[in-house]
């Protein structure tokens, strides 16, 4: 079965410092990777997605992330942290009928 | 396009009470589901339609929760009786079924239950 772990359940981090946020995942076949975020009293919003093709792609608000397959990982990066980034981040892995998440990393941002 | 719309965003009601809540999907898209997210046990998948046949209800707690889908662009997510244990946030999302945009859900803003 499928499954999704996010190792770190919070993360606070210096703004303009560098961000990782960590996702591992077990799936049968080729993955469909997946990387929402959640903004206090919001649903959540896709920033990124991995179907096929290239490893490392980009999504919205400046994030990327990176399959890595050998590592079965999808971590997602960002260069500078901005205070507004502050949120909850969960990594999916699935197609649409048959989507898992991961509990979510909290992101706190320092001044 | 408006997105995924709920109502109510928050409701407050008694042990006991019929609690109904309500998702209008996003235009065309094909599936639907309802989720359902605590503290303790994060995003649990409850229910989901395609094309407002309900495909897997398995995630559904307990036979108090039942869902409908009576046309393409209306939901409802129903608990009767409501216990205190079913406080929780419940989102609605759609998506657009299988293809390149599979798996892209697409949420509302939730529906923040209190059962006092």
């Known amino acids: 079965a499928q499954s999704v772990t996010q190792p770190d359940i919070h993360i606070t981090v210096s703004e303009g410092a560098s961000l990782e946020l960590r996702c591992n995942y077990s799936?049968?076949?080729?993955?469909?990777l997946f990387w929402y975020v959640q903004s206090p009293g919001q649903g959540l919003q896709l920033l990124l997605k991995y179907f096929s093709g290239d490893t490392l792609v980009q999504g919205i608000k400046g994030f990327e992330a990176e399959f890595k397959r050998s590592q079965s990982s999808f971590n997602l990066r960002k260069p500078s942290v901005h205070w507004s980034d502050a949120a909850e981040y969960f990594c999916a892995v699935g197609a649409s009928d048959d989507m898992r998440f991961g509990a979510g990393t909290r992101l706190t941002v320092k001044p | 396009d408006a997105g995924v719309i709920q109502s109510p965003r928050h409701e407050v009601t008694e042990m006991g009470q019929e609690v109904t809540l309500r998702c209008k999907p996003i235009s065309g898209h094909d599936y639907l589901f309802w989720y359902r997210q605590t503290m303790m046990r994060g995003l649990e998948l409850l229910i989901y339609?395609?094309?407002?046949?309900?495909?897997?209800d398995s995630g559904m707690p307990e036979d108090r929760f039942s869902a409908k889908m009576p046309n393409a662009s209306f939901s409802t997510l129903k608990i009767q009786p409501s216990e205190p244990r079913d406080s929780a946030v419940y989102f609605c999302a759609s998506s657009l079924g299988r293809g390149l945009n599979t798996g892209e859900l697409f949420f509302g803003e939730g529906s923040r239950l209190t059962v006092l």
């Open positions: 339609f395609n094309n407002n046949v309900p495909i897997d």
């Open positions: 799936y049968g076949a080729t993955p469909y």
